[in-house]
């Protein structure tokens, strides 16, 4: 599976952007998606993660409650809703599959997806 994350770009804190990863090569029914990120001088950090199929969703501490994942089923794209960001925001974003899907105890490593997309900036100014 081929995929391409869009929608970075410059906010101030307290704004919203909204990331998407279209897919293409085969169908997600069967995958785990994930999105992570990685700041300059930084580790790649896991945000949030679902179960296509509607099973398991877990979401990182430090984006609870701001970042919602979704996806378009009929656009094979997965969605990631970004609210009320902060400086500490800033990063390449990334979007991941697992295909097939892995267990719930898996999603937070990027070890356990084989497939990712190019990345996209997210700039969030003070």
């Known amino acids: 599976v081929q995929l391409q994350a869009s929608g970075g770009g410059l906010v101030q804190a307290g704004g919203s952007l909204r990331l998407s990863c279209a897919a293409s090569?085969?169908?997600?029914?069967?995958?785990?998606m994930g999105w992570f990120r990685q700041a300059p001088g930084k580790e790649r950090e896991f945000i949030n993660a679902?179960?296509?199929?509607?099973?398991?969703?877990v979401y990182a501490d430090s984006v609870k409650g701001r970042f919602t994942i979704s996806r378009n089923s009929a656009e094979n794209t997965v969605s990631l809703q970004m609210n009320n960001l902060e400086p500490g925001d800033t990063a390449v974003y990334y979007c991941?599959?697992?295909?097939?899907?892995?267990?719930?105890?898996?999603?937070?490593?990027?070890?356990?997806?084989?497939?990712w997309g190019q990345g996209t900036l997210v700039t969030v100014s003070s």
């Open positions: 991941a599959a697992a295909c097939p899907r892995i267990p719930y105890g898996s999603m937070g490593s990027g070890r356990s997806y084989n497939h």
């Open positions: 090569g085969r169908t997600l029914r069967s995958c785990t």
């Open positions: 679902f179960d296509w199929s509607g099973g398991n969703t």
